[in-house]
């Protein structure tokens, strides 16, 4: 059963793309943790796609942040240092055809909603891009 209280972990990664397994690998333990194992499959998917894009797309480092809001709503969210927006395809036909690309189309269709943010922090800037999705 989902915990009744509100939670939220932050993991700083630097930029290597064996940061993508390792968010995924604790983003199962903490939902495992928290009776959650119902969104792992979903929850794991989203994670590595926007990890993915953080340490692909930038040269800093990056940061995952798991957010539980009781009744039932989880958000996923990648930081990283650079401040452009995300450029998710805007079509079906773009997906097919895009070579690379594709892990923002998977967030838009596997998440209930996703969205992004410019952050500027400690004179630092970049951007956070996260996704909810519901415990039904």
């Not at 957010?67 to 927006?85: H, M, N, Q, V």
Request: glycine share 8%; hydrophobic share 45%; net charge neutral.
């Amino acid at each position: 059963m989902p915990e009744s209280e509100p939670w939220e972990y932050s993991l700083h990664i630097p930029n290597d793309v064996r940061a993508v397994t390792v968010s995924r690998r604790t983003l199962r333990l903490i939902l495992t943790v928290h009776g959650l194992i119902t969104l792992v499959d979903v929850a794991e998917l989203l994670a590595a796609e926007l990890v993915a894009n953080a340490v692909r797309h930038t040269k800093g480092p990056a940061a995952l942040r798991v957010r539980w809001s009781p009744p039932g709503t989880l958000r996923i969210g990648a930081w990283d240092a650079d401040p452009s927006p995300p450029q998710p395809p805007q079509t079906l036909a773009a997906v097919l055809e895009a070579e690379d690309g594709r892990g923002l189309a998977l967030v838009r269709a596997c998440a209930d909603v996703w969205g992004w943010q410019p952050l500027a922090r400690d004179g630092s800037r970049g951007k956070f891009v996260w996704c909810e999705v519901g415990a039904a």
